[in-house]
């Protein structure tokens, strides 16, 4: 950037010389807006900027959809008691046929939850995902939400963020890594109006989108989240999803009792997992024609569950979690409810009905709690948890295991309750829950769905646990290729010829390394010079060191200017720790096993 | 050249960024007043069927149909799930389903978040006298009683104590019903209706003279109220004021008199006022004959409880009833009692042992038997 040019004022003042010091001033004045505007419209500012827009648009439309969600359901089922046995039935059949209909002619790209339409707009379709998608996704889920398939709001709003992004970026004509960046930025904001959880759709949006913590867009992830739980709050009231009761953990021992809802929940979370993952191959290789029948039978099941005594299956529940929080309902039939939502969002998701798992998931996670801690409770007394804290913890629970995303499954128990002081049985009980599903279901569900869908996306379970090599793994011992202070020409050229090396390190003083190849050694004693110490006929400068804990693939623009890199301690620069070659790192790359498809 | 580049550079940056976040400006502002508009109509709505459900639930809730009731209080709660009035009404309507478990849970969170609140702690604290936990049920009927009520539900107060009064005579806990009386008493008007309540559980506790203070009140306000007097009269009786308790006694079943019971206390009144040799202004003619009627009733009443107890078998300390009561005889007559004035006495002593004793071993007596023993409970220590 150039400095702004100001010139002395000339002591013969005439009129062209005012002109020119207007002109000139003006000019400065251009450069000084323009250096402002270019400092305040470079891409990465703007697009925190357009990140703040985005979460104001997300936020606007998650709430539109919560109303369209409402009002679906109160013309389609009624505002209250007394729905007809025939309503109850035929109200989600019909509902889930005209849904199907529309996926099927109009809207696509709207099956499913969401969640990994927008990991496929990031990772293969460049950020793209058609403003089509958005429409068609809140038209059908509002739909069949608010007929009562048990589906939830969150995941298609999550796509409604992550289309509405898509749309700015393009718009915007941002440039390809950002467009990239821009659907999970959305992402993170549709879930955070709908979760009114911010902090939890942004780690969601790490755990499970982008799959690791990156400085360039974890700040327009935060800045959408806050912007679209803003606007969700100021229109939808900051009240959280729940009506979370006084949790508390009275003693340590009653981890005990969570310890083993954690069990219940990782069992639960692989029945439920390998429930979806199974019917719905089934469901996809049933004739093409049945397809859009399938929400309609879909429907007609979950009316039918209600029907026999338990409408709380249908739609997302919230109310019957808040219900249970309160324990309004006796364990044994909580557990019917969980079992029975189980059955309904299988259902509902692999007929290919739009809508999201996160709200079944916390409803079964809720009953489940709730329904164990009354269980404990009963069978042994001095278990003193309220079912309150069961049911939140519970939803914690089948969070980590269900959906695999065990940071957020903590966060978001803690964001949701406001209270810090379950987090030890939010912990145990998440873990075990997470182990046991990863033990007995390899593959999370996010993943088993993608491939189901012919994509291959990064597991971010993977990407996570991915062990990343470093500059120890492949080092050497320096042992003979340092040369000792004060050697000869002669002396290194032999030391190389005897060791059979191409290139040794030379210490400098005070400290610091470079290194001579046998090459430049042999000429140095062909011109006569073998007598000279090799230090006083370097003409390189020191080569940066390495450290051994540096990631690996650091090591590798070193290796185009220099054939051996130093590593040293971080302890102290003169302390040599080994010396790595590119051989040295194409050995230990060849060393690891390759995965097979 | 290169000042051309930076115009067009210059120009550029003015005219794409900023009119883009100034659109997106302008689209916000629109989207916001769109959604505002929609969120108005969503609230209005939303609002206008809580309280339709709200008012039908209501309407159940007076007819006593709980289930209906239940149902649409939770229908109102999905529309406006804060609201603590439905919620409140919903618990009422889940006792009255007597799903207590589920209406306590509703009553606690509502006490988390009003722990002054007088209805709530009222019905926690039925609650707990229901699942028998006293410690529990007085604290929250202490709370309901100095807790916050409607000013329209004002006299709900006075209701809960004596509501607690109630519970508190249930346990049997009379020392503490007491306190609690004396206490609303304070709080009590003069209306008759009130003081008639008071008497009556002062009654309850055996606090006679207080009950008479309010029954006396209660008649002041309304000279002829038949339960006041009947119960002025109960009182009055109870402390051993007989003329005074007949005298109400009889006033009430003036008003009343298919009232047996009253006509039952009357008659024993009456007995006790006839059969008391020692009351003021008797002459002697009179007391000597009352004491030859209590004696040969005494005589009766041994004889007929003689054979179902062992009164032949007396202990060391007790002296022999019938043998003492056979001895005495031939001299309890009108002579014999002019002759020894101080046979008034000794008769009468043991008429009173007699009717102590057979009242133990042979249950409570009726008719001159009662008045005798009553007679020589007045008489006790003096």
């Known amino acids: 950037m150039k400095g702004v040019e100001v010139r002395p004022p000339t002591p013969s003042t005439t009129a062209t010389g005012q002109q020119e010091q207007s002109t000139h001033s003006s000019a400065a004045a251009r450069r000084s807006a323009r250096t402002l505007l270019r400092s305040m419209f470079q891409e990465d500012r703007f697009f925190l900027l357009l990140s703040v827009f985005i979460g104001v648009f997300s936020g606007l439309a998650v709430v539109c959809f919560r109303f369209a ?529 | 050249m290169a000042e051309l580049t930076e115009n067009l550079d210059f120009r550029r940056y003015f005219t794409r960024e900023p009119v883009i976040v100034a659109l997106l400006c302008v689209g916000a502002a629109v989207g916001f007043a769109a959604v505002g508009a929609l969120s108005s109509m969503y609230h209005t709505q939303q609002q206008s069927l809580a309280v339709y459900w709200f008012n039908k639930g209501n309407a159940d809730l007076a007819q006593h149909r709980f289930e209906r009731a239940a149902q649409e209080f939770h229908v109102a709660l999905l529309y406006s799930r804060d609201s603590y009035d439905f919620r409140l009404n919903l618990a009422e309507a889940l006792v ?41 049920a007085l604290r929250y009927y202490h709370n309901a009683i100095y807790g916050v009520w409607p000013p329209e539900k004002e006299t709900m107060r006075r209701q809960t104590r004596l509501e607690l009064i109630d519970y508190l005579l249930g346990i049997n806990a009379k020392r503490q019903a007491q306190s609690e009386l004396i206490a609303l008493a304070a709080t009590l008007g003069n209306e008759p209706a009130q003081r008639l309540r008071l008497g009556d559980l002062f009654l309850r506790v055996q606090d006679y003279q207080d009950a008479l203070s309010a029954y006396r009140a209660a008649l002041r306000a309304d000279p002829g109220n038949a339960a006041a007097l009947a119960g002025a009269g109960q009182a009055s009786f109870e402390l051993a004021r007989y003329s005074q308790a007949a005298r109400y006694l009889r006033a009430a079943l003036a008003q009343s008199p298919e009232n047996t019971s009253l006509a039952a206390l009357l008659k024993t009144a009456e007995l006790v006022l006839q059969m008391d040799p020692f009351r003021r202004g008797v002459s002697l003619a009179e007391r000597n004959r009352i004491v030859i009627r209590a004696f040969q009733t005494a005589g009766d009443r041994l004889q007929t409880c003689m054979p179902a107890t062992g009164l032949t078998q007396p202990t060391a300390a007790e002296r022999n009833l019938p043998d003492t009561w056979e001895k005495i005889k031939p001299r309890i007559t009108d002579r014999g009692l002019r002759r020894d004035p101080s046979l008034v006495e000794t008769a009468m002593d043991l008429v009173f042992d007699i009717e102590r004793q057979t009242s133990v071993t042979c249950g409570a007596p009726a008719g001159t038997d009662m008045a005798l023993l009553l007679i020589a409970k007045l008489h006790e220590g003096s």
């Open chain 1, 69 to 597: 969600i409402d009002w679906c359901r109160i013309y389609i089922l009624g505002s209250g008691v007394g729905l007809s046995p025939t309503r109850l039935v035929l109200a989600p059949a019909l509902t889930g046929l005209f849904v199907a209909i529309l996926v099927k002619r109009f809207f696509p790209g709207a099956r499913g939850s969401g969640v990994n339409q927008t990991k496929a707009a990031l990772y293969i379709y460049n950020g793209y995902i058609p403003v089509r998608t958005a429409v068609g996704k809140f038209i059908t889920s509002s739909l069949a939400i608010g007929a009562g398939h048990s589906l939830g709001p969150e995941d298609p709003s999550l796509q409604i963020g992550a289309s509405l992004a898509s749309a700015l970026g393009r718009y915007t004509r941002l440039s390809r890594e950002r467009m990239r960046l821009i659907a999970p930025v959305g992402a993170a904001a549709g879930l955070a109006a709908a979760f009114n959880a911010p902090i939890s759709a942004v780690l969601f949006v790490i755990e499970e989108v982008i799959g690791r913590w990156s400085a360039g867009v974890l700040g327009s992830v935060v800045l959408s989240s806050v912007a679209s739980a803003v606007v969700m709050r100021w229109f939808l009231g900051s009240e959280a999803l729940f009506r979370v009761p006084t949790v508390h953990m009275e003693h340590p021992w009653e981890l005990i009792a969570y310890a083993i809802l954690g069990i219940v929940g990782g069992l639960a979370s692989v029945v439920f997992a390998r429930g979806i993952s199974t019917l719905r191959l089934r469901f996809r290789s049933l004739p093409k024609q049945t397809q859009i029948w399938q929400p309609a039978f879909a429907g007609a099941l979950i009316g039918f569950i209600a029907l026999f005594g338990a409408p709380q299956v249908m739609g997302a529940g919230y109310e019957y979690i808040d219900e249970a929080m309160h324990g309004q309902f006796t364990w044994q039939f909580l557990a019917i409810l969980a079992g029975l939502k189980i059955v309904a969002t299988i259902l509902s998701f692999v007929s290919g009905t739009p809508g999201g798992m996160f709200a079944p998931t916390l409803f079964i996670g809720a009953m489940l709690g709730a329904s164990v801690g009354g269980a404990e409770h009963s069978l042994l007394p001095f278990f003193g948890g309220s079912p309150g804290t069961y049911a939140l913890v519970g939803m914690g629970v089948l969070f980590a295991g269900f959906l695999r995303v065990p940071m957020t499954s903590v966060f978001m128990v803690l964001e949701v309750s406001g209270n810090y002081s379950i987090i030890l049985p939010v912990i145990v009980a998440n873990t075990l829950a997470y182990v046991i599903s990863r033990g007995l279901q390899p593959t999370p569900i996010f993943d088993l769905l993608t491939r189901q869908d012919g994509l291959e996306l990064p597991s971010m379970e993977d990407l996570r646990e991915e062990e990343s090599l470093h500059v120890e793994d492949a080092m050497r011992p320096p042992d003979d290729l340092v040369l000792p202070h004060g050697a000869t020409v002669a002396q290194a050229l032999q030391q190389l010829t005897e060791k059979s090396l191409t290139a040794v390190l030379v210490p400098l003083q005070p400290y610091g390394w470079t290194s001579i190849d046998k090459h430049t050694l042999a000429n140095l004693a062909e011109e006569g010079q073998g007598a000279v110490e090799v230090t006083s006929v370097l003409n390189s400068g020191p080569i940066p060191c390495l450290h051994p804990d540096h990631p690996l693939d650091k090591a590798l623009p070193y290796f185009d200017r220099w054939d051996l890199v130093p590593v040293v301690s971080r302890a102290g620069l003169t302390q040599l720790e080994g010396v790595i070659s590119p051989r040295d790192v194409l050995d230990e790359y060849r060393s690891l096993p390759v995965e097979s498809e």
């Open chain 2, 96 to 136: 009255g389903l007597g799903r207590i478990d589920e209406a306590s849970t509703y009553f606690n969170n509502l006490w988390e978040r009003q722990p002054e609140n007088g209805l709530v702690n009222l019905e926690l604290a039925r609650i707990a006298a229901r699942n028998k936990n006293i410690e529990q």
